[in-house]
């Protein structure tokens, strides 16, 4: 991803960046909340940290219609 945005500028690094962003998060949210069913610290910590992820991609999607 460094090397492909990179290369950009302006507007086409911004609407390339925020199309990563909500795929990132989008496939993080997905494996945090398979770890979050599961017992343990690292099932907490999924727990926990799942409301800012979200957050985040809600920020994301935001930004990206924007564009």
């Not at 492909?4 to 925020?18: E, N, P, T, W, Y």
């Not at 999924?46 to 935001?62: G, I, V």
């Amino acid at each position: 991803m460094y090397d492909r945005l990179s290369k950009l500028s302006g507007a086409q690094f911004d609407q390339q960046f925020v199309k990563a962003m909500v795929t990132d998060h989008k496939e993080d949210i997905a494996k945090y909340e398979k770890k979050a069913k599961s017992k343990g610290p690292l099932a907490d910590f999924a727990r926990d940290t799942l409301p800012t992820l979200q957050h985040h991609l809600q920020t994301a999607e935001t930004l990206a219609k924007q564009k």
